[in-house]
């Protein structure tokens, strides 16, 4: 239940940041923790208030990815990092539709899961870093019913026009979520090439719309 339950929280922050709901670009020297803390309020504040995100439905989550920006995600990064070494197989054309599918796909995959949020906090713990760092790991504690669990976030801090501190990954349990689909993708890479990953991606896509 508890595993259930974190995956889910993770599924519905990474949507919810993916999504862009209400996100305002951040100061550039907006400290990683504190970006973590906001975010987190600004989510959850978000998905209690509007009933249709709440709700799951798609076609205006969909909307929304269309129209916004992720100004606090490093997406490129966490696709490339999803994908693995296939990355660098794959010419620009080819890096792009990975990123529309994977985008879509963690969109249409975790779109249910926003309805699972009710009374949960986030306590986000004393950070261990260094102001020289460029990368670092902000932890947080997850409080509902039952013992609280731990929602950890890698981000980098990027240079020059929206610079900022960046989120490139999840950790649910000590499973990173990029790790999680880079086995997935290797797998089809191995079999099919990156086209093949990129066919996959577009099938399960529209199996998940259909279902909806």
Do not use: C
């Not at 504190?34 to 969909?62: P, W």
């Not at 539709?97 to 009374?119: C, H, M, S």
């Not at 900022?164 to 990954?169: E, H, L, V």
């Amino acid at each position: 239940m508890q595993r259930r339950f974190l995956g889910r929280w993770a599924a519905t922050t990474l949507a919810a940041l993916v999504m862009g709901v209400s996100l305002p670009t951040q100061a550039a020297d907006e400290a990683p923790d504190a970006l973590i803390r906001r975010l987190s309020t600004e989510v959850l504040d978000a998905l209690r208030a509007d009933k249709s995100i709440k709700a799951g439905e798609i076609d205006k989550i969909i909307m929304l990815v269309d129209k916004t920006i992720m100004p606090n995600v490093n997406f490129r990064r966490m696709t490339a990092a999803a994908v693995g070494p296939g990355w660098r197989q794959a010419n620009t054309q080819q890096q792009q539709r990975l990123q529309e599918e994977f985008k879509t796909l963690l969109v249409r995959t975790y779109a249910g899961a926003l309805a699972q949020v009710n009374d949960q906090t986030i306590t986000v713990k004393p950070l261990r870093a260094t102001p020289e760092d460029k990368d670092v790991l902000v932890r947080t504690e997850v409080r509902g019913r039952g013992d609280p669990v731990q929602l950890d976030y890698r981000l980098e801090k990027t240079p020059g026009v929206g610079a900022g501190w960046k989120i490139y990954n999840l950790n649910v349990l000590g499973v990173w979520l990029v790790d999680t689909y880079r086995t997935q993708f290797a797998q089809e890479i191995n079999a099919k090439g990156v086209d093949g990953l990129i066919q996959s991606l577009a099938a399960r896509n529209l199996s998940n719309a259909t279902k909806r």
